[in-house]
């Protein structure tokens, strides 16, 4: 696997120089910074006192060894005749006499212009460094041009998948902080307004009892639209709990379908309904559940101005199904593929309403995978669609501590207030 960050790329390569002391007695490479006003040591053959070579040189016109700037400016290899002389100590390596020469080879990276740094090298006191040699290093100078590349890259990426993921965290925790503020405020505008319009008809003029009327649906959609708001973020944060129990599936389905049925009927629809007893109980989390029955159900109802709403549950062997089917719109072939993302809405969608966040499905995406199924839609535009959504019986997909074996009492069935919800 190739190196994780530029130093490891370094620490490798000198690695493998390491292996060589007889012939190649000491190696550094030295990185410069991005405004190039520095040349740091970033790896090195072997441990370094403090006056043995410059841990970093200041690339200007003093530099303590002038090789270094001549490399800089003619990107060629350079040789330190010397070493004593330019004020280095360079370790001995394997033999007892010091090391009287050095090369300094340049580093490039692929695809930039100029050097990226340099690399020290310790010529043996007891072999003279032929072309043969020289040519090694140079190719093995390339290679880490080419590693160093490769790892920025990387860093590069990671840098900014972690840059993306803190603005995705950020925003969640931001849709969760305004939630929670509008919320307060929001239930202090109600409970004023519901306690106005409980008074008795001599107690309040009736344009007043309307106007009273208008603000209070209004600030039930406004709840909604936090409500959802709220929960999509906590599910993003991952807050969610779940805690899945055995379920009539069919019952709970079918009676939460069933508390649309007035609103449904008086625009005009048909709500069909067909949840038969399924062979075996199904694990949820029933309160995710209703989320799921509460959100498809209000979608089809939304988006269908005539015709037929139908709700049905069935067994397909090893899955047990929901679907949800209606008589509407419909949703365009090329907005399919982003359905489930978040607060995406099909533009121009015909609707009852325009009220909308484009959160809904994306809720009900998540809360199915939570439930270990999968959701599908297929849709026509003008003819309508169908949401489906399959789920395992049995709890083997279930993570085990989140699964009840027994329901609950009460539970299976207990329903929370639909109202509650985005219809
Ligand atoms: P919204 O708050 O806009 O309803 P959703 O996430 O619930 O957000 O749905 C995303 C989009 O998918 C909607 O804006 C709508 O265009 C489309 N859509 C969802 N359900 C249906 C449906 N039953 N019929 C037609 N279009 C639908």
Redesign the pocket.
Known sequence: MGAQCVEEACQRAVGVLAQNPLDLPFAGLYLLDAQRLTARLVAATRELSADQVPRQFLLNDDVSVPAVMRLLRTEQRQCIDDVAAAGLSIPAGAWPEPVRQAWLLPIKMAGQETVAGFALLGVSPRRQLDDAYLDFLDLITNQIGSAITDAQAYEAERTRAEALSQLDRAKTAFFSNISHEFRTPLTLIMSPLEQAMRAQANEIVPRLRDELAIAHRNSLRLQRLVSALLDFSRMEAGRIRTNFEPVDLAVVTGQLAGTFRTAIERAGLVLEISCPTLPAPVYLDCELWEQIVL?LVS??F???LSGTIRVSVQSTGAHAQLSVT?T????PPE?LPH?FERF???PN?Q?RTFE???????LVYELVQLHGGKIEVH?EPGVG?T?TISIPFGSSHLPMEFVRSAPVEGRSVALADSSSK?R
């Open positions: 959100n979608n089809a939304k988006y269908t209606d509407g719109s419909g949703i907005a359905l995406y809405r099909v969608a609707a909308g966040t484009g959160i809904g499905l994306a849709s669609s949401f985005k």
